[in-house]
């Protein structure tokens, strides 16, 4: 039975759904890297505000300090609220994985039963043609056609085999007379 229109529609279908969890999945995973790196930054300009606090602290210098504070607090802000969207981010990225690898496993599915599919097809096209060898073999030898054989006769080979043996002793016996009377 030859693979159904449906089953190969069926076959795109899931190969354009994992293209879109593959991209779904490269976005979310984009994302998360965005907010690794805004992590990075913040951390970075946190620890800018505390130097800041420090070295305004040997210098006396007020607004340095004020602001190396500020700096810190808005910092500290930040952190929390980019820790929170990396967690959230992450959460979506095993989903988004997950979903992709679903539909990976089904397009494959899909495949394999082509693929199976196919190969039954191939095989009973191998028979078909078989069959047809032997039924076109089996009508020659019954039609009588002096090349073909329907298969080794071992009591007529065994018979022609005598008969020459026969023939080449006759001969034989016929040539030793003949020597004789010359």
Same mark, same amino acid.
């Given at each position: 039975?030859?693979?159904?229109?449906?089953?190969?529609?069926?076959?795109h279908?899931?190969?354009?759904?994992?293209?879109q969890?593959?991209?779904?999945?490269?976005?979310?995973?984009?994302?998360?890297?965005?907010?690794?790196?805004?992590?990075?930054?913040?951390?970075?300009?946190?620890?800018?505000? =505390? *130097?800041?606090?420090v070295?305004?602290?040997?210098?006396?210098?007020?607004?340095d300090?004020?602001?190396?504070?500020?700096?810190?607090?808005?910092?500290?802000?930040?952190?929390?609220?980019?820790?929170?969207?990396?967690?959230?981010?992450?959460?979506?990225?095993?989903?988004t994985?997950h979903?992709?690898?679903?539909?990976r496993?089904? =397009?494959?599915?899909?495949?394999?039963?082509?693929g199976?599919?196919?190969?039954?097809?191939? /095989?009973?096209?191998?028979?078909?043609?078989?069959?047809?060898?032997? *039924?076109?073999?089996g009508?020659r030898?019954h039609?009588?056609?002096?090349?073909?054989?329907?298969?080794?006769?071992?009591?007529?080979d065994?018979?022609? /085999?005598?008969?020459?043996?026969n023939r080449?002793?006759?001969?034989?016996?016929?040539?030793?007379?003949?020597?004789?009377?010359?």
């Amino acid at each position: 039975m030859p693979v159904s229109p449906g089953l190969r529609r069926l076959l795109h279908i899931r190969e354009l759904e994992e293209e879109q969890g593959r991209m779904a999945l490269e976005s979310a995973v984009g994302e998360l890297q965005r907010l690794e790196n805004a992590m990075k930054n913040v951390t970075e300009r946190a620890r800018k505000g =505390r *130097e800041l606090i420090v070295s305004s602290a040997i210098s006396n210098e007020l607004s340095d300090r004020l602001a190396g504070i500020e700096e810190t607090r808005s910092a500290q802000r930040a952190i929390a609220v980019v820790s929170a969207r990396t967690k959230m981010a992450t959460q979506r990225v095993g989903e988004t994985r997950h979903a992709f690898m679903s539909k990976r496993v089904e =397009r494959l599915q899909a495949e394999t039963l082509i693929g199976q599919t196919e190969e039954r097809d191939e /095989i009973e096209a191998g028979r078909r043609s078989q069959q047809a060898l032997d *039924e076109w073999h089996g009508t020659r030898v019954h039609a009588g056609d002096p090349h073909e054989k329907a298969g080794p006769s071992v009591r007529h080979d065994a018979n022609l /085999i005598k008969a020459e043996a026969n023939r080449d002793k006759g001969n034989a016996v016929g040539k030793k007379l003949e020597s004789k009377n010359n």
